[in-house]
């Protein structure tokens, strides 16, 4: 049986991570908590809105209700990356080649490692972003639709129109595919290989609630999602991707939402976390399900394996953390 390490912090938490093997806990007050030897506590921001791993250099990148991008690396070193006083930032993406997207309203800055700064205007106001896995491209999630970006080119942007509200987005680990979710409870998607415009659209639809949460497996097989009873887990490995294919439903709940889904770095396992606290690891080749923790005070917020998957750390809303020891 998986042993947790509780670790109670106060208020609401928004990301769990691993930063090398050091697990890391970022609270909606604009706190960093790295369990290095110990609880070492970083003050970050007035307010923090959104905080990414990046994966690269194993460090977190963060944005605020101070105007602040910052980077925080697992010694709690910090580097401040932008600064615009007065705005919020609510949308920052980690990309290759030390490159760093946020937006801004209808704006996205790419801050590239050498300091430079690219700028890109959207005509609707940017929700989501995300970077290719290779090249410097960024997704921008906007009203009707996703703006695909190249930054080191002058070349055109390409639109990918769905009426709508796409509030995230997310590139597959091949690059073929991209995923947003969306205001109204469903996901839609886009082959980027397409020749034929009207073959490239993905609808996948049909959740009770907004999709809130998502994760591809290791090789891209598959991509998880939150918003039902269960983690909805589309496939992804044939040549058009979940068109015509019914998703899987693993870890089902008679009416406890999942709030949270991480697959593991190597295995086809899913971490599933619930609005009651609760933690399920489900295998995809036979459902099997192991309970990694009994429900807690708060919804799931944050799930994150660390690189070896015999870690996982998760966060809550109520702020009842934790580490799971998976190889106890």
């Given at each position: 049986?998986?042993?947790?390490?509780p670790?109670d912090?106060?208020?609401?938490?928004?990301?769990?991570?691993f930063?090398?093997?050091i697990?890391?806990?970022?609270?909606?007050a604009g706190t960093?908590?790295?369990?290095?030897?110990?609880e070492k506590?970083t003050?970050?921001?007035q307010g923090?809105?959104?905080?990414v791993?990046?994966?690269?250099?194993?460090t977190l990148l963060?944005?605020?209700?101070?105007?602040?991008?910052?980077?925080?690396?697992?010694?709690g070193?910090?580097?401040?990356?932008?600064?615009?006083?007065?705005?919020?930032?609510?949308?920052?993406a980690?990309?290759?080649?030390?490159?760093?997207?946020?937006a801004i309203?209808?704006t996205?800055?790419?801050?590239?490692?050498?300091g430079?700064?690219?700028?890109?205007t959207?005509?609707?106001?940017?929700?989501?972003?995300d970077?290719?896995p290779?090249g410097?491209?960024?997704?921008?999630?906007?009203?009707?639709?996703?703006?695909?970006?190249?930054v080191g080119?002058?070349g055109?942007?390409?639109?990918l129109?769905?009426?709508g509200?796409?509030?995230?987005?997310?590139?597959?680990?091949?690059g073929r595919?991209?995923?947003?979710?969306?205001?109204?409870?469903a996901?839609?998607?886009?082959?980027?290989?397409?020749?034929?415009?009207d073959?490239?659209?993905m609808?996948?639809t049909?959740?009770?609630?907004?999709?809130?949460?998502?994760s591809w497996?290791?090789k891209?097989?598959?991509?998880?999602s939150?918003?039902?009873?269960?983690?909805?887990v589309?496939?992804f490995s044939?040549?058009?991707?979940?068109?015509g294919?019914?998703?899987?439903e693993?870890?089902?709940?008679?009416?406890?939402?999942?709030?949270?889904?991480a697959?593991?770095?190597?295995?086809?396992?899913l971490?599933?976390g619930?609005i009651d606290?609760?933690?399920?690891?489900?295998?995809i080749?036979?459902?099997?399900?192991?309970?990694?923790r009994?429900?807690?005070?708060?919804?799931?917020?944050?799930?994150?394996?660390?690189?070896?998957g015999?870690?996982?750390?998760?966060?809550?809303?109520a702020?009842?953390?934790?580490i799971?020891?998976?190889?106890?």
């Open positions: 049986m998986p042993t947790v390490a670790l912090l106060e208020g609401h938490v928004l990301t769990a991570s930063l090398g093997d697990p890391v806990f970022a609270t909606s960093i908590h790295r369990m290095d030897g110990g506590v003050e970050l921001h923090l809105l959104t905080c791993k990046d994966t690269a250099n194993q963060t944005g605020g209700e101070d105007g602040k991008v910052q980077r925080i690396a697992h010694d070193t910090v580097s401040e990356l932008a600064h615009v006083p007065r705005k919020w930032i609510s949308v920052v980690s990309g290759p080649q030390g490159a760093v997207a946020y309203g209808k996205i800055f790419v801050r590239l490692s050498d430079t700064v690219k700028q890109f959207e005509e609707r106001t940017v929700e989501g972003l970077f290719a290779k410097l491209r960024v997704a921008a999630a906007r009203y009707n639709g996703v703006t695909l970006h190249w080119t002058s055109a942007p390409v639109d129109e769905w009426k509200a796409h509030t995230g987005v997310t590139f597959s680990p091949d595919f991209v995923v947003t979710t969306m205001q109204e409870n996901l839609h998607g886009w082959k980027l290989d397409s020749k034929a415009a073959s490239r659209h609808r996948m049909g959740y009770p609630a907004k999709v809130k949460s998502l497996s290791v891209g097989k598959w991509l998880a939150s918003g039902a009873p269960a983690a909805i589309w496939p044939g040549k058009d991707g979940p068109m294919k019914t998703p899987l693993l870890g089902t709940r008679a009416n406890i939402m999942v709030s949270q889904v697959f593991h770095p190597v295995e086809e396992v971490a599933i619930f606290g609760m933690i399920l690891a489900v295998r080749a036979d459902g099997k399900e192991a309970l990694l009994r429900p807690g005070k708060g919804a799931i917020t944050s799930l994150a394996w660390s690189a070896t015999k870690l996982m750390a998760f966060a809550s809303e702020g009842d953390c934790g799971v020891d998976i190889a106890a």
